[in-house]
């Protein structure tokens, strides 16, 4: 079964920085766009970054300058670095992935979602 597994969320004082990982695994025969949602109590679920298969990136305004995302092939692996986190930050992540598992479409799979909590 194709799935994704977030990992490396915690507490954390503002300033530090967190590195999260997202891996794919199961049925894979192909993955083009990876990325980063997160999502605050109350709020919608927002675009944090994503990363296409050339390696292009697109980021969230809040984000641009202090995370990068980055991806490791071989692996089915997306990382997602966060410097200078700062209590607005505090959210669940969630990865995603268009996957192709070999049947007629790809498909959009998300992670379950790991919390990352910034301490002023």
């Known amino acids: 079964q ?3 597994v977030e990992s490396g969320g915690g507490l954390v004082q503002a300033g ?3 590195r999260l990982s997202c891996v794919a695994s199961g049925g ?7 990325g980063w949602y997160r999502q605050a109590p109350g709020k919608q679920r927002d675009l944090v970054a994503v990363i296409h298969s050339g390696g292009s990136t ?3 305004d809040s984000v641009k300058g202090r995370f990068t995302i980055s991806r490791d092939n071989a692996k089915n692996t997306v990382y997602l670095q966060m410097n200078s986190l700062e209590p607005e930050d505090t ?3 969630y990865c995603n992935a268009h996957m192709w598992d070999g049947s007629s479409t790809w498909s959009l799979y998300w992670g379950q979602g790991t919390q990352v909590t910034v301490a002023s």
């Open 58 to 60: 697109n980021y969230a």
């Open 28 to 34: 894979i025969f192909s993955i083009n766009a990876m």
């Open 16 to 18: 530090e920085s967190l």
């Open 91 to 93: 959210a669940v992540y």
């Open 2 to 4: 194709v799935q994704l």
